[in-house]
T-cell receptor, first 113, second 113 residues
């Protein structure tokens, strides 16, 4: 699985958009970008994933660059409850593959009032 | 609520002892994953079971073992416990192997004294 690079920490004002970057310059053509988050000591929570098109769900949007070497997770209106560690994970998504997740250090997002 | 349950929530035991952690996956999910989160190692994949069979192994110590039962619940057995085994242990489940996102339980906090 490709390696990812994320900034260790970011701040965001409550109500503003939080944009969390992730670099994955060695991503392969069949690897997806997944985002999970972990709110203090709780179980990690799936947010969104994508292959090459931009994706949006009720939690967030995922923007993947055309060359797929980087992506940005966008929380459109951050709240205090979005304060968490955000993990960007790149892996093959196939029924024949193991689904193990390799977590890096992630980005600690602090949403401030 | 992810639909994944783990028991117990907290466990305090002494070095050298053996404990069993239990996980019930979401209804219909065939894959179960175990992860360990310690302060110095972050979130690490331990082992995956798919429909009762071991699918993948990560950094799991020989003192640790797991199994998945016919009703798809899983148990993680930790023996000859050491102080360094103190950690949060998370279970996650997904419908199949590598194709789908994972849903994590609330974790079991193990303290070895």
């Amino acid at each position: 699985d490709a390696k990812t690079t994320q900034p260790p920490s970011m701040d965001c004002a409550e109500g503003r958009a939080a944009n969390l970057p992730c670099n994955h310059s060695t991503i392969s053509g069949n690897e997806y970008v997944y985002w999970y988050r972990q709110i203090h000591s709780q179980g990690p929570q799936y947010i969104i994933h994508g292959l090459k098109n931009n994706e949006t769900n009720e939690m967030a949007s995922l923007i993947i660059t055309e060359d797929r070497k980087s992506s940005t997770l966008i929380l459109p209106h951050a709240t205090l409850r979005d304060t968490a560690v955000y993990y960007c994970i790149v892996r093959v998504a196939s029924s024949s593959n193991t689904g193990k997740l390799i977590f890096g250090q992630g980005t600690t997002l602090q949403v401030k009032p | 609520d992810s639909g994944v349950t783990q028991t117990p929530k907290h466990l305090i035991t002494a070095t050298g002892q053996r404990v069993t952690l239990r996980c019930s996956p979401r209804s219909g999910d065939l894959s179960v994953y175990w992860y360990q989160q310690s302060l110095d190692q972050g979130l690490q994949f331990l082992i995956q079971y798919y429909n009762g069979e071991e699918r993948a192994k990560g950094n799991i110590l020989e003192r640790f073992s797991a199994q998945q039962f016919p009703d798809l619940h899983s148990e993680l057995n930790l023996s000859s416990l050491e102080l360094g085994d103190s950690a949060l242990y998370f279970c996650a489940s997904s419908p199949h192997g590598g194709k789908y996102e994972q849903y994590f339980g609330p974790g079991t906090r193990l303290t070895v004294t």
